[in-house]
């Protein structure tokens, strides 16, 4: 007992020299498994192969091109997304009818008539555009006499209007939110403006998208928009503690940083598909439209968060002398 305790200063002084010394406590031939890239047989990606600027400049011409797409539409109806009936006002019908998209399209061939979703129970809603008092008082008793079972709700263009500010508030105040938190968190200039372009890249990148394929902007997809916001950082914040607050090798931070990241991706992703599924095939679409920009947006949060922040913070901490 007596030597066990002379030894125990000795080993801890000798533990002490070999932490300094950077000297591992395994053996040299052992090798701990640490993968440099992530393989589960659809990605194979190397975050350390490529250059800061290799990195980053295959997002930035993405992001260039989504900006345009934005201005483009914002020069055409006034926002940077084709907005819904919620926010340029207009009038939404559900009926229930056996008849196709089609014959409903001749019915109301003399109505502003957007679009026909198709529900469950051959329920069919009929999204129209705005329309003055005679068209309007002409549409809803054309469709009291046909289906007298019919659902006609109506959106002024000035109260869609006041949503669009509404909505817009929002956006702006929840980005700047994250920006706050985001600053607070690192407090350097250079590692906090990374995950805040990321964030702004996911959003325009998404909503471009959006005009690309033809989702208006509504209140259900501008609350996507939202939950974007919190999905994007997520990652950007785990990569940028796992690479500044973390000891060891630059490129060993961040593949452990990658891997994990890209494994919480790929399962929300997974969650938001069996949504997109189950709404696509039970004919719920406000809650397709939602899952449909989380989709979007979180493919997008692949590109910003590893190309992009990732060669970021690896130029940050190069050009710092941080190997």
């Not at 006002?89 to 001749?106: M, Q, R, S």
């Not at 690479?243 to 994990?260: I, M, N, P, S």
Request: net charge positive; charged share 15%; hydrophobic share 50%.
């Amino acid at each position: 007992m007596e030597k066990m305790c002379k030894l125990r200063p000795q080993l801890r002084y000798l533990l002490k020299k070999r932490r300094e010394a950077q000297i591992p406590w395994y053996p040299k031939h052992f090798t701990l498994p640490h993968p440099k890239y992530w393989d589960m047989g659809f990605i194979t990606y190397d975050v350390n192969k490529y250059t800061p600027r290799q990195m980053v400049i295959i997002p930035m011409v993405l992001l260039a091109i989504s900006l345009v797409i934005l201005g483009y539409t914002m020069a055409t109806t006034g926002m940077p997304v084709q907005p819904g009936i919620d926010f340029s006002g207009g009038t939404a019908v559900t009926i229930f009818t056996t008849a196709t998209p089609d014959e409903l399209k001749g019915v109301f061939s003399d109505y502003p008539l957007l679009s026909i979703g198709e529900g469950i129970n051959n329920g069919k809603l009929l999204k129209f555009g705005p329309m003055d008092d005679t068209h309007l008082q002409a549409l809803a008793t054309k469709v009291s006499e046909q289906y007298p079972d019919a659902k006609i709700d109506q959106i002024g263009a000035s109260f869609g209007k006041t949503l669009q500010e509404q909505a817009a508030i929002a956006v702006i105040f929840s980005f700047i939110g994250m920006t706050i938190v985001v600053f607070l968190a690192f407090r350097t200039f250079v590692p906090s403006g990374a995950v805040v372009l990321s964030a702004f890249a996911d959003i325009v990148m998404t909503a471009a998208a959006m005009n690309v394929v033809g989702i208006n902007l509504s209140l259900p997809t501008t609350a996507a928009l939202l939950m974007l916001i919190g999905y994007s950082v997520d990652s950007d914040i785990l990569l940028t503690m796992r690479v500044l607050k973390r000891q060891g090798k630059l490129d060993e931070k961040l593949a452990g940083a990658f891997h994990t990241g890209i494994i919480m991706t790929t399962t929300t992703i997974a969650a938001v598909g069996a949504m997109w599924v189950v709404t696509l095939l039970g004919q719920i679409t406000t809650i397709w439209e939602i899952a449909s920009v989380l989709l979007i947006g979180l493919f997008f949060d692949l590109i910003n968060t590893w190309p992009t922040n990732a060669g970021i913070i690896k130029w940050y901490v190069l050009k710092r002398g941080k190997r």
